[in-house]
């Protein structure tokens, strides 16, 4: 069953340093997202992405994030200074079809920002 | 967004039906019902969603009250393997691309042996 692969699946880095968090979604889907979950918290939307744009974003998503889709299977998530109230576990999704059909999501890459 | 209440916690026995509620009572005319669960140290996972007439599929059944205000996820037998937070979430049908999902705190399930 195809299946949203993350990598890292962790990732520890120090405060003002650039991350990036890579996604790879399903092979014939056409809108993907980025969600984080702090630690004990709900899952929260950040951004999603259609057609090469995106489409929609968060109050979360300020200038520090940006996502691109460098080449036709990867979908990353930039953080380009990363603060201690970033650290939270942050899972792509992705749907095919129609904008409100179920989103599959992936596991997740858990940052750790020291 | 239409706001969903879910009770916190819910506990069931392992291979019983359980009934997780959920309340929208400010749901518009289309917006979908969607269910995801969380299971622990996971991403989300879809369960089920429908609109109007209650659904079934491999993983569930879904209810819908006749005026939409509410709805109620079952789950035929319960296993330990169902011990998840699930999270009832209306989706707006639009057009337009990308449709974020908005969770809430959703109901931690607890399934006893």
């Known amino acids: 069953e195809p299946e949203v692969t993350q990598t890292p699946s962790h990732q520890v880095t120090q405060m003002g340093q650039e991350v990036i968090l890579r996604c790879v979604p399903i092979s014939n889907h056409l809108y993907f997202y980025w969600y984080r979950q702090i630690l004990g918290q709900k899952v929260e939307f950040l951004v999603s992405f259609y057609n090469n744009e995106i489409s929609e974003k968060s109050e979360i998503f300020d200038d520090q994030f940006s996502v691109e889709r460098p080449d036709g299977s990867n979908f990353t998530l930039k953080i380009r200074s990363t603060k201690l109230e970033d650290s939270a576990m942050y899972f792509c999704?992705?749907?095919?079809?129609?904008?409100?059909?179920?989103?599959?999501f992936g596991p997740g890459t858990r940052l750790t920002v020291l | 967004d239409a706001k969903t209440t879910q009770p916190n916690s819910m506990e069931s026995n392992e291979e019983e039906p359980v009934h997780l509620p959920c309340n929208h009572s400010t749901i518009s005319g289309t917006d979908y019902i969607h269910w995801y669960r969380q299971l622990p140290s996971q991403g989300p996972e879809y369960v089920i969603h429908g609109l109007t007439s209650n659904v079934n599929n491999r993983m569930a059944s879904l209810a819908i009250a006749e005026d939409r205000k509410s709805s109620t996820l079952i789950l035929h037998r319960a296993t330990l393997r169902d011990a998840a937070v699930y999270y009832c979430?209306?989706?707006?049908?639009?057009?337009?691309?990308?449709?974020?999902?908005?969770f809430g705190e959703g109901t931690q399930l607890t399934v006893n042996p």
């Open positions: 979430i209306l989706r707006e049908s639009r057009e337009t691309s990308g449709s974020r999902l908005t």
């Open positions: 999704a992705s749907t095919g079809g129609t904008a409100y059909n179920e989103q599959f």
